[in-house]
């Protein structure tokens, strides 16, 4: 079993809709970390958190640390927020490494 | 500001032969690492580098070298390519360990 799980794998939406994408971890953890993956290759790091709830722009990522399990929203999608999005996680005590999901490509539909 | 630039962003090897993939940042961070993305997979960490002068082994280091040869450069070494090496290659950095990491565009290299 992965130690970082993410759901659904594939999505697919129609512009505007309101997306949701999970991820589940096995470990304990000091943080989670959201990205994206743009079609062309290029990785660009949305958000860190421990806890809680953070926001930036259209995007919300949440985590609930006893559940081990986070979430990320996209509100009002648009067509450039096709992408992977791929959960990462820093286990307890672990320096350098960051433990990554597979990702869930996203498709976002004029 | 170019942030990280990796070079080169393509490469055709075959197997046996050697060759170095440059990551260069702008960002006066400590801390770069290397990663592999296979198909499939998730990113996975080769070798990391928590601030210059130091170098530790990450997840997949079996076949590969690292140099931090100052704050701003970290590379990576294949010594004798094999196919199972084919993969894109990121490098990535952030001002600490524990901090969000910047990364460069990759490098898709294909050994035959």
């Known amino acids: 079993k992965n130690e970082v799980e993410q759901s659904p794998q594939n999505l697919t939406a129609q512009e505007g809709e309101f997306i949701t994408i999970n991820c589940s971890y096995s470990v304990g953890i000091s943080a989670l970390h959201w990205l994206q993956q743009h079609p062309g290759g290029g990785i660009v790091s949305l958000f860190m958190l421990s806890s809680g709830k953070k926001k930036h722009g259209r995007l919300i990522a949440t985590i609930n640390i006893q559940e081990k399990h986070s979430s990320l929203h996209i509100t009002a999608s648009h067509p450039r927020d096709s992408a992977v999005y791929i959960c990462a996680v820093r286990s307890r005590g672990s320096q350098g490494n960051l433990i990554f999901g597979k990702g869930t490509k996203l498709s976002v539909k004029p | 500001n170019a942030g990280v630039t990796q070079t080169p962003k393509f490469q055709v090897l075959k197997t046996g032969q050697s060759m170095t993939l440059q990551c260069a940042q702008d960002?006066?961070?400590?801390?770069m690492y290397w990663y592999r993305q296979d198909p499939g997979m998730g990113l996975r960490l080769i070798y990391y580098s928590a601030s210059e002068g130091t170098t530790d082994k990450g997840e997949v280091p079996n076949g590969y070298n690292v140099s931090r040869l100052n704050k701003r450069e970290f590379s990576l070494r294949l010594e004798s390519a094999a196919p199972s090496q084919t993969s894109v290659y990121f490098c990535?950095?952030?001002?600490?360990?524990?901090?969000?990491?910047?990364f460069g565009d990759g490098t898709r290299l294909s050994i035959l």
């Open positions: 960002m006066n961070h400590n801390s």
């Open positions: 990535a950095t952030s001002i600490v360990l524990d901090q969000p990491q910047h």
